[in-house]
């Protein structure tokens, strides 16, 4: 991968000073490349990852596995295409294995989540069966941490 995606896979916040001296190169030339590279798709977006645990939103987020039936000239792409396209899928990706889609729903509550299930994703003509399971606490996400392990602090000992 080249190494100014590396960087912002590392911190998307870093400036193009820090970009240019991990480089070695001009701040004039980062911004550059970093527009083509917007320009291109290569880069579809910027996103600050949040502990969904401290931001206290009360979403409720469920991993969908789904079985489709591929369509003739048109193979899983658009269905996923139409399934990615609904406002509570977070994420859709094909799979390998015992299903073909799984998608990465989230919603108010649990009720929302189901209804969208029960009556928006397995309506869909094409879509053959469903398994959902619910996200209980996240530990790690996109590589990094989301709790911290304080280091425990002695006790005080008097005499």
């Not at 989230?106 to 094409?126: C, H, M, P």
């Not at 989301?146 to 006790?155: A, I, M, Y």
């Amino acid at each position: 991968m080249e190494p100014l995606l590396e960087l912002l896979k590392t911190n998307g916040r870093a400036s193009l000073g820090d970009l240019a001296k991990a480089l070695n190169m001009k701040e004039a030339e980062v911004a550059k490349r970093l527009e083509a590279l917007e320009r291109d798709g290569t880069i579809v977006g910027y996103q600050a990852l949040l502990d969904p645990e401290k931001t206290g939103n009360g979403a409720v987020e469920a991993v969908i596995e789904v079985r489709i039936t591929p369509e003739r000239g048109g193979g899983f792409d658009r269905l996923a295409s139409r399934i990615s396209k609904f406002e509570e899928v977070q994420s859709c990706y094909l799979m390998s294995g015992g299903y073909d889609l799984l998608i990465i729903v989230q919603g108010k509550n649990l009720q929302s989540v189901a209804r969208f299930i029960a009556e928006r994703l397995s309506t869909i003509k094409g879509v053959i069966s469903t398994a959902t399971h619910f996200r209980l606490k996240a530990y790690k996400e996109s590589g990094m941490l989301l709790h911290r392990e304080s280091k425990p602090q002695r006790l005080v000992v008097s005499p």
